[in-house]
């Protein structure tokens, strides 16, 4: 409703609020630095329709969670058209957990079902829709059920990396 606190104070000045209205807005504005401050405001933040369609227009797949919010759809997807912060050879990737990654190009290990399994800040990706993925699997039994280079992602095996984050 006010833009700054100058406008708020004419207001105030010419009567066109009262002071319980002022004291609501100056409280309102308070408890929106404390809960942005304290971490809320990112995890609130959901994708709007409109960053769900352009994600989608690009062949991605919109993610509410993680370090970015549209990762490459398939194995065949133009990795250039999900940059992160607009580097280079930073892309948005998937993990296994479902949360948006911005890793570097390459892999350090192939084959994971968990980041768990991948050293340090490092986080096991999955790139959907590769030739060879979807057999059926178990996280306990994925070295026996997929084949090499994939790990079990929700009962499919699919194809995975451990991969670096990129440097912030």
């Known amino acids: 409703m006010f833009e700054d ?7 105030l000045a010419q009567n066109d609020i009262s002071r319980r209205q002022a004291m ?3 409280g309102y504005s308070v408890l929106g630095a404390t809960l942005s401050s304290m971490g809320f405001a990112e995890s ?12 989608r227009r690009k ?18 997807a ?16 998937l993990t296994v957990e479902q949360r948006g990654f911005c890793t570097l190009d390459g892999n350090v290990g192939t084959g ?16 959907r829709g590769c030739l060879g993925s979807g057999g059926q699997c178990t996280r306990a039994t994925a070295a026996t059920d997929c084949p090499t280079g994939m790990g079990c992602v929700n009962g499919t095996c699919q194809n995975t990396y451990c991969t670096v984050p990129c440097p912030t």
């Not at 609130?44 to 994600?55: D, G, I, P, S, V």
């Not at 062949?59 to 919010?69: N, Q, R, Y």
């Not at 994971?112 to 790139?127: F, K, L, M, Y």
């Open 24 to 26: 609501k807005w100056a």
């Open 5 to 11: 606190l100058d406008e708020l104070a004419r207001a």
């Open 78 to 93: 133009d990795f250039d058209k999900f940059l992160c912060g607009g580097v280079s050879n930073c892309s948005c990737e």
């Open 44 to 55: 609130a933040e959901a994708l709007t329709r409109k960053a769900h369609r352009r994600c």
């Open 59 to 76: 062949g991605g797949v919109p993610l509410e969670k993680g370090t970015c919010h549209c990762a490459p759809a398939t194995c065949d």
């Open 112 to 127: 994971c079902s968990s980041s768990e399994e991948c050293a340090g800040q490092n986080r096991c990706v999955v790139i």
